[in-house]
């Protein structure tokens, strides 16, 4: 969700500039960009793993796209049903795509990371502990400190 956010919240910036007040009337803009976005992590948009189908946005309904001129109500119904009936499949899918990405990322990160020893005689920080009091710009560390053994 942290990730979701913070995308939804860069596209309200990108949208509404120095009008910070009008966030209200562009969220439903951005909330539906993302939704019918395709995510990196899984392949898919949320959009379709929720209601197994991909949304049609207005400007397919206005120009009359081929989407729109084959469209036939018992047909739509029946792939309806059918989509619905695979959605577990895609949705397992997707899972799958983003545990693979994640495990990616993961070893990338792992291949850069270098083990360091530690030993009597050196000077290490120690992380803080947050208190009430503090803020972004209070410091996430404390030390110098010498380690005795």
Not at 49 to 75: C, H, P, Q
Not at 118 to 136: A, M, P, Q, Y
Request: with cysteine; aromatic share 8%; proline share 4%.
């Amino acid at each position: 969700m942290e990730s979701a956010n913070k995308v939804i919240l860069k596209g309200l910036r990108k949208r509404c500039g120095e009008s910070k007040g009008a966030w209200i009337n562009e969220f439903p803009v951005v909330l539906w960009s993302y939704n019918t976005t395709p995510q990196s992590a899984t392949g898919e948009t949320p959009y379709r793993l929720v209601y197994g189908e991909d949304a049609m946005i207005s400007l397919e309904l206005s120009e009359r796209t081929w989407r729109v001129a084959v469209f036939n109500e018992e047909e739509n119904e029946a792939n309806l049903k059918a989509s619905l009936d695979l959605l577990p499949e895609a949705r397992e899918d997707a899972h799958l795509r983003e545990v693979v990405v994640k495990q990616r990322a993961g070893r990338g990160y792992n291949a850069k990371l270098v083990p360091q020893q530690i030993e009597e005689g050196d000077l290490v920080l120690r992380r803080k502990t947050r208190s009430f009091d503090d803020n972004k710009l209070t410091s996430n560390w404390e030390g110098p400190f010498r380690v005795l053994r």
